[in-house]
């Protein structure tokens, strides 16, 4: 290989910032790689409002609703500790945290 491919991701990402690594196989092949991602501690994340799942709902129209962008639904999900994001909209009733993204500054857990 002529060096490492660099991965770039935009800040909107959930990947932005996650670095990569390279594996050589047996047969001198290098495979880059993008490292773990942890899902961040809830408590870390400022609560912006709740929304109660209803009949129908999915995770990319909830978020589309309240951040603008469907393709943040892994907002939600981390917000709420979700590993399968599908699982947070299958019972009907249960209260998703809508909240700022890791990091950014705020009132943590308020709900208004």
Known sequence: MNGTPTLSFPPTSRYYG??????????GREIVYLKRRFLPPPERFAVLQEHRV????RLD?????????PLQFWRIA???????????TAEIGRRL??????GV???PNVVQ
């Open 18 to 27: 996650i670095g990569t690594d390279t594996l050589e196989t047996a047969q």
């Open 54 to 57: 209803e009949d129908g709902d």
């Open 61 to 69: 129209n909830i978020t589309a609703r309240y951040l603008n962008d």
């Open 78 to 88: 981390d917000a709420n500790r979700a590993m399968n994001p599908p699982a947070l």
């Open 97 to 102: 945290r809508i909240a700022l993204p890791n």
């Open 105 to 107: 500054p705020g009132l």
